[in-house]
């Protein structure tokens, strides 16, 4: 069980949706992002807040179910407002060099609400966010063939033993 269990909560009012997440986004939470940007992209808001204020932690695949969905709701035509990018998500997204994909440029101090609009130039900074989504998923899939290739190669060094 991890440290801090992760929730969501979706709410819309008005016309714009807020979506909170809170606790380790990790490869076992990472779907309940997408599934709840899904369902506040559902009630056609206007603008959508991701509030990130309550995420303690954030590994690759989390990041890359922030840019899926950051991509969604850009693709959907819809505002979108990030707020509370901690300083291990900044960190996270200087190393793929996509530090102003949620922070506007000021990734380790940031505190104030990113905005971004449906226009053509945001579109393309989706583009971008969704390629570096999908670098991040080659990052971790890379990763776990190199780790399947060490196990199996200590396998063999096993059983070269066993036989010897």
Do not use: W, Y
């Amino acid at each position: 069980m991890t440290a801090h269990p992760f929730t969501s909560n979706v709410m819309v009012l008005s016309g714009a949706a807020r979506v909170t997440l809170a606790g380790e986004l990790d490869l076992d939470t990472a779907p309940h992002v997408r599934e709840a940007v899904t369902a506040g992209l559902a009630e056609q808001p206007v603008s959508l807040c991701l509030d990130l204020t309550g995420v303690s932690f954030c590994d690759c695949a989390g990041l890359s179910a922030l840019l899926r969905a950051r991509a969604a709701v850009l693709r959907a035509g819809v505002d979108l407002v990030v707020e509370g990018v901690g300083s291990q998500l900044a960190r996270l997204l200087s190393l793929i060099g996509a530090d102003n994909v949620f922070t506007g440029g000021n990734a380790a101090t940031n505190t104030e609400p990113t905005r971004a609009s449906g226009t053509a130039a945001v579109q393309r900074d989706a583009k971008l966010a969704a390629t570096a989504a999908d670098e991040a998923t080659a990052a971790r899939k890379a990763a776990a063939r190199k780790v399947a290739a060490a196990r199996k190669a200590a396998e063999q060094a096993s059983f070269r033993d066993l036989l010897a």
